[in-house]
C-alpha cells in the first residue's frame, strides 16, 4: 500500500483558499500525478501540508521541517501540488534540498492536470492574488481623517 503525502503552495492554500479537492479527485481517480499507481492499489493519504511560504533566509530549514512530520509517519512519496509546479520559483530548490535530506522518498510533481495553459493559470492566480483591497492602513487613515 503506498503512503503518500502532499505538498500545496501556501499561497494557493492560505490566500486563495484551495482545499486541495483536484488533488484529492486525482488521486482516487489514478490520474495526473498519480498515474504511477496501479488502479487496485490503496493508496494511504497519510497527510497534506503546505509550503511555509515564499522563502526568506529560513525557508528552506522551515520545508524540511514540515516534510519531516510527513516523513517520520511513514510516506513513500510526497507528490508537490499543480500549484506549486506551475507557480513556484522555487520548486526546484525544494525539490534537491528534500531529495538530499529524504532520498528514501520519492519526490513527484504534480497532481492534477488542468484545462488552462501554464500561462494562463499563473495569469488567472496572479489576477486573484493582486485585487486591490483596503488595508489596514486604509482603515488608520480613514480613523484619522475624522
Known amino acids: 500500500m503506498p503512503r503518500i503525502g502532499i505538498l500545496t503552495c501556501s499561497s494557493a492554500t492560505q490566500d486563495l483558499g484551495c482545499s486541495s479537492v ?9 490520474i495526473g500525478g498519480f498515474e504511477r499507481y496501479k488502479e487496485d492499489d490503496e493508496l494511504d493519504l497519510v497527510g497534506i501540508i503546505n509550503c511555509s511560504g515564499c522563502p526568506t533566509v529560513a525557508g528552506y530549514e522551515k520545508i524540511l521541517e514540515r516534510v519531516r512530520g510527513l516523513v ?20 526546484a530548490k525544494y525539490v534537491s534540498i528534500l ?18 495553459t501554464q ?21 488608520i487613515k480613514a480613523g484619522l481623517k475624522k
Not at 483536484?22 to 489514478?30: A, F, G, I, N, Y
Not at 538530499?100 to 504534480?110: A, D, S
Not at 493559470?121 to 492602513?137: A, D, F, G, H, T
Open 22 to 30: 483536484s488533488c484529492l479527485k486525482s488521486m482516487r481517480e489514478r
Open 119 to 139: 500561462d494562463q493559470y499563473r495569469e488567472k492566480v496572479k489576477n486573484m492574488l493582486c485585487q486591490p483591497r483596503e488595508s489596514m492602513v486604509d482603515l
Open 99 to 116: 531529495q538530499e535530506h529524504f532520498p528514501e522518498i520519492e519526490i513527484v510533481i504534480g497532481t492534477h492536470f488542468s484545462k488552462l
Open 72 to 91: 517520520e509517519f511513514g510516506v513513500d512519496a510526497i507528490h508537490l501540488t499543480y500549484c506549486i509546479d506551475t507557480l513556484c520559483p522555487f520548486k
